[in-house]
C-alpha cells in the first residue's frame, strides 16, 4: 500500500483519468482487496473481517473500474500488485477476471499477497494458470508465541508448508515477510526465526519493523509498543543473517537474490507511474496523485450509480516532487546524487559509492533523521 495522502477536493480530479505510459518508464496496476478473515489488532489498513458476503460483488466492481479506465486508455502495465487485506481469499477464477481486463506488457510481474493458512498447492497452482508470477507470502514470523502475541491465526509449520508449496509451485520468483519488535520476541527468538525463514530459501524476504499505527487496538496498549533499541538490534540481525544467505539489501526493509528484486515497489520508488483499482486504492500519475473511497459498500454504490469512485487528490509542485523523489532514493541502495545531502555530521551514516551517496548500515537506522538533511 502507498502512504496515506493528504486531502483535496474531489472536483479537482478527472475520475477515470487517462493513463498514457511514457515511453520506457514503468507503469504499475495496484489491486486492492479489502478482506479478511479476522482483523489483527496492529493493522491500519483498509480491510473489514465482517464483508466476505461482498467479494463476488466486489470482484465485479473492480473489473468494471478496470473496463472503465481501459476504455479510456490505461496504458499496459509492466507490473500488477494484489494487495489488501487478503487477495487469497480470492478463487483463482476471480483473479483471472481481474487480470482478464488489464492489458499487460510481455512479461509483466503479477504479485498476489498470500496469507498462508489461505494456501496449498492447489490455489496456487490456479493462481499461476490465472497469471500470478510472483507471491508475497505473509510469514510475519516463524515462532509460534509470537505469532500468537500478533494475532495471526496460522503458525510457524503452516508458513513452513505455504512456503514449500510456493517453491514447489514454480512462480518466477516469491517473497516471504516478515515484521519484527513484536512483544514478547526475544532477539534469540527473531534470530531462530530469520534462520527458519531462510532455511526456506526465499529469493526475496520483506522485513519490516512492528509500527504503532493510531487508532488501532495496539495503539491503545502502551505496555505492547516496540522498543526502538529492540527493534534496531533486530534490524542489524537481519541484515546479518540475510546477506550470509546471498540476499543483499535493496531498500531499507527489502532483501533480495540478483535479480528478484520486487519490479512492482520500485515503480513506487522511483516515482513511476501506477493505477490503483478498488476501495481505498492510490493512483499516481506524473505528480498528480488520487485514491478512491475508503469503504467496499461506497465504492460499489458508486459505481452501480455509474459515478466516480474517487474520493480526493492532489497535484504535487516540482519543489515536493523532487524532494519526494530524494526522500524515497536515499532509501535504496542507489542512494542520491552527490550534493542532495547536506552531509554535516553524517559521519558514518552515509558513504560515497562513485556519485552517488548511499546510506550504510547504520545510516539506515536512522534513515528518517538523515532525510532531514536533504536538500
Ligand atoms: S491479515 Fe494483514 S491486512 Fe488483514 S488485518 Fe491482518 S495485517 Fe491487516
Redesign the pocket.
Known sequence: MTPALPVEPAAAVHPHAVHPAVDGEPFGVYIHIPF?RR??DY?A?A?WDDRAHLLAHYVAGVRREIDLAVASGLAPAASVFFG???PSLLSATQVATLLGGLPLVPGAEVTLEC?PETIGPRELCGYRTAGVTRISL?AQSLIDHVLAALGRTHDARTVTRAATAVAESGFDSWSLDLIYGTVGESLDDWRRSLATALDLAPPHVSAYGLTVEAGTPLAHDPARHPDDDDQADKYLAAEQALMAAGLASYEISNWARPGHESRHNRCYWSQGDYRGFGCAAHSHQGGRRWWNVRTPERYLALLEDGASVVAAGEHLDAGLRRLEGLQLALRTAAGVPLGSLDDDGLEGLVERRQDRQVLTVAGRLLANEVALRLR
Open positions: 479478511c482483523r489483527c493493522c489498513f480491510t489488501g487485506g487478503t496469507n505473509g
